[in-house]
């Protein structure tokens, strides 16, 4: 088993190809792939792990949580807003500005009080914690009650023993 671990520890979390790159993340049982290419390669990369988890490890892939999500907003079709993707727990979605413009920050200079407007590196991705998602289990679970999620009346409860 050590010299398993070890021979998974070398192999790499990027693969670069012609003209694009593939990213590898996993969890315990939870993984994720990005892809920079074109959305063919990746219906056929699910295609492949779909094979290889149900032959070889004889698992099968949730169908409903398993997507494909372009994470570029200027590349979604009829102007659908874009999705973001959950894992574990917490929504990544790319940086986009209120306008659908390429996004900007301000900065102030040190030597004068001019302000100069920088983009945000289109890489940038944004983490999210899904508040509402959290409470809403809170409450199910009854450690909470909501009485006005908008106005924040959210009442912790007790919980006897």
């Known amino acids: 088993m050590k010299k398993l671990t070890r021979l998974r520890s070398q192999l790499p979390s990027s693969i670069g190809g012609p003209g694009y790159r593939l990213y590898y993340v996993r969890y315990a049982d939870d993984f994720l792939i990005g892809i920079h290419g074109p959305k063919t390669l990746a219906e056929n990369l699910k295609s492949e792990i779909n094979i290889f988890l149900s032959e070889t490890l004889k698992l099968t892939m949730s169908l409903e949580k398993t997507k494909i999500t372009p994470a570029t907003p200027s590349r979604l079709e009829n102007n659908v807003h874009q999705e973001a993707v959950m894992f574990l727990g917490t929504e990544i979605k790319r940086i986009q500005s209120r306008t659908k413009n390429q996004p900007t920050i301000t900065v102030k ?12 590196p289109a890489t940038k ?12 289990k809170l409450a199910a679970q009854q450690f909470c009650t909501i009485k006005d999620y908008t106005q924040g009346q959210i009442k912790p409860m007790g919980k006897a023993s």
Do not use: A, F, H, W
């Open 125 to 136: 991705l944004s983490l999210l914690i899904p508040i509402k998602r959290l409470v809403d």
């Open 109 to 120: 200079t040190k030597n004068i009080n001019t302000v100069v407007k920088r983009r945000i």
